[in-house]
């Protein structure tokens, strides 16, 4: 039951989640001393008021965090740090324990995917990461990074004494209803030690094919390939752009109890109930290739590997994809075909490659434009360049408002490319056609990357400074920009 305003003398409103008990209003009633408007919620509408609540009050957490004490915003929570002489003599980091506990939550306010502590000469910066892109949260003085960092590394439970290697740990907190995950990692820089917060919400690790936005073409592909029972299905782009997550929604459309799933991950972002997860650690000799191989003793219909880096990885995987495993993986690479170069860069024989690779699947997230501030514009230079000089279609500008914090942008979205391998393009692969030669004859399930970009420019969804920023290392004559 919630709290969702009591004004004046009028009703208080109270949210009642879907099968509560409606005992609890008769106490509410009673504490409250007024007349009850009851409103019954959803449960995940419940969830997310209850969320949003506890987010403006605090963050507790199971390694150690302390409430925010209705902190408000973090220029507030920096100034409640006193001067360094005063803290370091009363030896009281309740500031700074409030300080950290602020930025997390702030970040899971904005969505950011990234908190980054940077401490520099004469600052220290932090910088959240939302949507892809960078913005400065705080700037402090720079006396204060030993503090956070040291705070951060106990939260974590590092060895706060060590400051001359990288350290990695994690963080399990719990906002609201919500359960967040914090990674950390930790690297020695010229100025003190630099961290990375990963933040990773628990709520939202499961994702169904279908809400990842799939073009009808590439969904339809994907699925496709993870029916056939063995060979391999690989997702390729850069850091960030959502490969996991397409991978994690593999499995979940395969994890229905009549499979054995095991996955190697570097780390294991999000728990699947029902898939057997291990983590890569490289201290103890546990490499993805390593990890592979002893996953394969354990009678896998389904292996996912987190990602294909090493020509050892590569072999196994291919191994175990001749053998009747289907393996989901990814590779680092501009787009779909460039896949087939880096594994023969790796030493995979053409001929493996053509038997074993199902679908080759590229994709990029690209900001959507808030729809409550984007403004029409006159198509330009740029938009040439991307649309084509005739294009006299529909172009919008971000602009800024409350609803997207001043950027103009609320959210991403998915651009894809998919490359099932037929029978042509296995007998290009097997003869060792190069990347140019595959895109001719490439059966494509939609559009290439820079195609798909466009149709997001087409249809308001962004602007076409975004979708160049996000292909615009792609340079092939088949329609790539």
């Known amino acids: 039951m919630l709290l969702l305003g009591a004004d004046g003398d009028a ?50 957490g199971a390694a150690g965090a302390q409430d925010l004490d209705d ?12 001067a360094a002489a005063d803290l370091l003599e009363a030896q009281d980091d309740a500031p ?54 040291s705070r951060v590394k106990v939260m974590a439970r590092l060895d706060i004494a060590e400051r001359r290697i990288p350290q990695d740990g994690r963080i399990s907190l719990a906002m609201g209803a919500k359960a967040l995950d914090v ?43 993870l029916a056939v029972p063995n060979g391999i299905v690989l997702v390729t782009g850069p850091t960030g752009s959502g490969k996991t997550t397409t991978l994690y929604a593999g499995l979940e459309r395969l994890n229905d109890g009549s499979r054995n799933i095991l996955t190697v991950e570097d780390p294991v972002e999000y728990a699947v109930e029902g898939v057997g997860q291990t983590q890569v650690n490289g201290k103890v000799g546990m490499t993805f290739a390593a990890g592979l191989r002893a996953i394969l003793r354990q009678d896998p219909d389904v292996v996912m590997v987190g990602e294909i880096r090493d020509p050892e990885t590569a072999q196994i995987a291919v191994q175990a994809s001749l053998t009747g495993h289907l393996v989901l993986s990814t590779v680092h690479t501009n787009d779909a075909l460039g896949a087939i170069t880096r594994l023969r860069d790796m030493g995979v024989e053409s001929f493996l490659l053509a038997s074993t690779v199902r679908l080759l699947l590229a994709q990029r997230l690209i900001r959507r434009l808030c729809p409550h501030c984007r403004q029409p514009r006159a198509p330009d230079a740029l938009s040439a360049r991307l649309m084509g000089a005739g294009y006299a279609g529909p172009l919008f500008a971000a602009a800024g408002c409350g609803h997207c914090n001043q950027t103009g942008f609320n959210g991403r979205i998915g651009v894809y490319e998919a490359v099932t391998i037929d029978d042509g393009l296995r007998a290009l692969i ?11 004859a490439a059966s494509l399930s939609g559009d290439w990357l820079a195609d798909s970009a466009r149709a997001c420019v087409t249809a308001g969804a962004t602007t076409p400074e975004e979708a160049l920023r996000v292909v615009r290392q792609e340079s092939r004559d088949h329609g790539h920009v």
């Open 430 to 440: 097997a003869g060792g056609a190069d990347e140019d030669a595959l895109a001719r």
């Open 11 to 60: 009703p208080a409103r109270i949210g009642l989640r879907e099968g509560a008990s409606p005992e609890a209003l008769i106490e509410a009633r009673r504490a409250l001393g007024r007349a009850l408007d009851v409103q019954r919620l959803p449960r995940t509408e419940f969830d997310r008021r209850l969320s949003e609540i506890y987010a403006g009050a605090g963050l507790a």
């Open 183 to 225: 990674r950390v990692s930790t690297l020695p820089a010229r100025h003190g030690e630099r961290v990375v917060m990963r933040i990773l919400d628990k709520d939202h690790g499961a994702f169904a094919l279908e809400e990842l936005g799939m073009p009808a073409g590439v969904l339809d592909a994907f699925r496709a390939a």
């Open 96 to 149: 700074v324990i409030r300080l950290i506990n602020g930025l997390i939550a702030e970040a899971a306010r904005s969505g950011a995917s990234d908190v980054h502590i940077e401490p520099f000469e004469r600052a220290l910066r932090v910088r959240f990461r939302v949507d892809g892109v960078m913005r400065e949260a705080l700037s402090l003085p720079a006396r204060l990074a030993p503090l956070l960092v």
């Open 71 to 82: 902190a408000g915003s973090l220029d507030a929570l920096a100034d409640d740090i006193p």
